[in-house]
């Protein structure tokens, strides 16, 4: 444990404070990921794996590196970061929020939101308040997220007409509503978006570059 250091998560159901632990030093790929002091907490999203899930790789381990994300083949790339981007996908600007994250600028239904990629939530997310203001509405669900204290939280499910990442557009995109706390970003894009895309992501650039999946 580390006694001195504690972080506020902010996410779905609000907002928490956490301990803290200190880890060595990680390893990933044979690739050394900084260690150090980190928040401890409930998981916000439940799988059995075997090993058990120990955590979530965030924006403040994964930093250094460009990445190179394809979870549809299962392949995680980290590389050294050269300041060259791909030019066979649409490259968008990172735009640096609190926490240590970055988001970028998408167009819900025409309409501008502020995004978080999150390959750590299963689904993509909508805040309440852009819901909205975009004017859709849905009858809350029997399905339910985990929260931030572990508990469930309500979602409520609506196709939306259209999402545009750069020129990459989707059609009667499925997301679910809920309190997500995530200001200034409204939307977490989840892993339902990253399976259908390749993803280039430098924190170092402040770029990400899309390719849709065939």
């Keep these: 444990?580390?006694?001195?250091?504690?972080?506020?998560?902010?996410?779905?159901?609000?907002?928490?404070?956490?301990?803290h632990a200190l880890l060595p030093g990680l390893t990933l790929g044979g690739a050394p990921l900084p260690g150090g002091s980190v928040p401890m907490a409930a998981l916000p999203i439940a799988l059995t794996t075997e090993p058990p899930l120990a955590g979530l790789l965030g924006?403040?381990?994964l930093a250094a590196y460009d990445i190179d994300l394809d979870v549809?083949?299962?392949?995680?790339?980290?590389?050294?970061p050269t300041g060259c981007a791909p030019t066979d996908g649409t490259a968008i600007a990172l735009q640096p929020i609190?926490?240590?994250?970055?988001?970028l600028?998408?167009?819900a239904n025409g309409v501008p939101l502020l995004a978080l990629p999150d390959t750590?939530?299963?689904?993509?997310?909508?805040?309440?308040?852009?819901?909205?203001?975009?004017?859709?509405?849905?009858?809350?669900?029997?399905t339910t997220a985990r929260g931030l204290d572990g508990q469930r939280v309500p979602l409520r499910h609506l196709p939306l007409r259209s999402l545009q990442v750069g020129a990459d557009v989707?059609?009667?995109?499925?997301?679910?509503?809920?309190?997500?706390?995530?200001?200034?970003?409204?939307?977490?894009?989840?892993?339902?978006?990253?399976?259908?895309?390749?993803?280039?992501?430098?924190?170092?650039?402040?770029q990400?570059?899309?390719?849709?999946?065939?």
């Design 105 to 107: 600028t998408v167009l």
């Design 208 to 214: 990400i570059v899309v390719r849709p999946v065939q």
């Design 98 to 103: 609190p926490g240590n994250d970055m988001a």
């Design 170 to 206: 989707m059609r009667d995109m499925p997301v679910s509503v809920t309190d997500l706390q995530l200001a200034p970003a409204e939307m977490s894009l989840g892993l339902d978006w990253f399976r259908q895309h390749r993803v280039w992501l430098s924190y170092a650039a402040r």
């Design 1 to 19: 444990p580390d006694p001195w250091q504690t972080t506020r998560l902010l996410g779905t159901g609000g907002a928490r404070d956490v301990p």
């Design 59 to 61: 924006a403040t381990m």
């Design 72 to 80: 549809q083949a299962g392949r995680l790339t980290l590389l050294a």
């Design 120 to 142: 750590g939530t299963r689904i993509t997310l909508l805040s309440n308040q852009a819901a909205k203001r975009l004017g859709l509405n849905a009858p809350v669900s029997a």
